[in-house]
């Protein structure tokens, strides 16, 4: 049996999605929040997150760096992204058209002046434009709060944390500047918000969410 550890901080930021995985995939799995910046050289590339795979005995047995290499290791591992590489990459293309979002708003975090403007333009085309797809998306699978079939997903789980991290980002963010991505204004996903939270694999996160309170979305104020 193999042990995760998940090295991060300890915000949503880009592990939420990970977290839901780790989670619904019932393994074996631990956070540590390594020192920073001190512990960036010991990280295979400098950056988090990381995680590595131990098998039972405790010896190392892979590192992987990266979110999306992170994310869809483990959806593959445990059957949360199918098996047919058409049905997958349906799924891979909406993972990524939120990560491309969210890296946005990111950037615009950090950015000032000219490039700063721009951004918020970016930002208000791109989320009106993951509405549309995702709302078809939801629609097309009968708004029954999975985007493929009625079993939970890895782009579910990746929209729950997408959506979740807007909502609590704060008033320096770009969404409390837009206003575009507050789920409760969206019927199709305040559904699938509602069914990933009564995932009974779920239960485990969601408790530890009651008991500690939720994540900070970033460091920004």
């Known amino acids: 049996m193999s042990h995760y550890t998940l090295r991060y901080f300890n915000i949503q930021g880009l592990c939420e999605a990970l977290r839901l995985l780790l989670t619904a995939s019932g393994v074996d799995w631990t956070e540590e929040y390594p020192e920073w910046p001190r512990e960036k050289p010991n990280q295979p590339l400098g950056h988090l997150p990381v995680l590595v795979v131990s098998n039972a005995g405790g010896k190392g047995e892979l590192v992987l760096s990266e979110t999306l290499v992170i994310e869809r290791y483990i959806a593959r591992e445990y059957g949360l992204l199918p098996a047919d590489n058409l049905a997958a990459a349906r799924q891979e293309q909406l993972r990524d058209q939120l990560h491309d979002v969210w890296s946005t708003h990111m950037e615009y975090m950090h ?13 208000e085309q791109d989320a009106e434009c993951l509405v549309g797809v ?52 969206i019927p199709e996903m305040s559904k699938l918000m509602a069914v990933v939270e009564a995932s009974r694999s779920l239960e485990p996160y969601f408790a530890a969410e009651k008991v500690n309170g939720a994540r900070l979305a970033t460091r920004f104020k």
């Not at 950015?111 to 930002?123: H, I, M, N, P, Y």
Request: proline share 2%.
């Open 111 to 123: 950015s000032t002046g000219e490039r700063s403007a721009e951004l918020v333009t970016k930002f």
């Open 134 to 185: 995702h709302v078809a998306a939801l629609q097309r699978n009968g708004n029954n709060g999975h985007y493929f079939g009625d079993t939970l997903s890895y782009v579910d789980l990746a929209a729950y944390a997408f959506f979740t991290f807007f909502s609590n980002a704060g008033p320096r963010s770009l969404e409390a500047k837009i206003g575009l991505l507050d789920y409760t204004h």
